[in-house]
């Protein structure tokens, strides 16, 4: 059974950062794109960052500049550093797989496009 657990989250500052952390069991994270998404209060959920199969990135325009996707050669995890959290940032983070037929591309951000979704993790930015 594929599964995603996300981790990492809690309150920071403006200006402040955390370092997110999506964990996969059941298969290996090296053959798929993953992405990073967010959903605030009364708003849809949006993706922020991907990761494709051969370690290429992807980023929403929101986010661009103060957060890294990355995905290290051990451990089976995927990392979302957030730099310079803003409170525009504050959201429940998940992290899911981009379906198989995308080519691992980071090709959507349709969510209907993603599957294994985790739990979520809540990043609070306030002063």
């Known amino acids: 059974q594929l599964q995603l657990v996300e981790s990492g989250g809690g309150l920071v500052q403006p200006g402040g950062f955390l370092r997110l952390s999506c964990a996969a069991s059941g298969f290996s994270l090296d053959y798929h794109a993953i992405g990073w998404f967010r959903q605030a209060p009364g708003k849809e959920r949006e993706g922020v960052a991907c990761i494709r199969r051969y370690g290429t990135t992807r980023y929403a325009d929101s986010v661009k500049g103060r957060f890294t996707i990355s995905r290290p050669n051990t451990g089976n995890t995927v990392y979302l550093q957030m730099n310079s959290l803003k409170p525009e940032d504050t959201a429940v983070y998940y992290c899911?797989?981009?379906?198989?037929?995308?080519?691992?591309?980071?090709?959507?951000?349709?969510?209907?496009?993603?599957?294994?979704w985790g739990q979520g993790t809540q990043v609070t930015v306030s002063s």
């Open positions: 899911a797989i981009e379906s198989p037929y995308l080519q691992s591309q980071c090709i959507s951000w349709l969510i209907d496009d993603y599957n294994s």
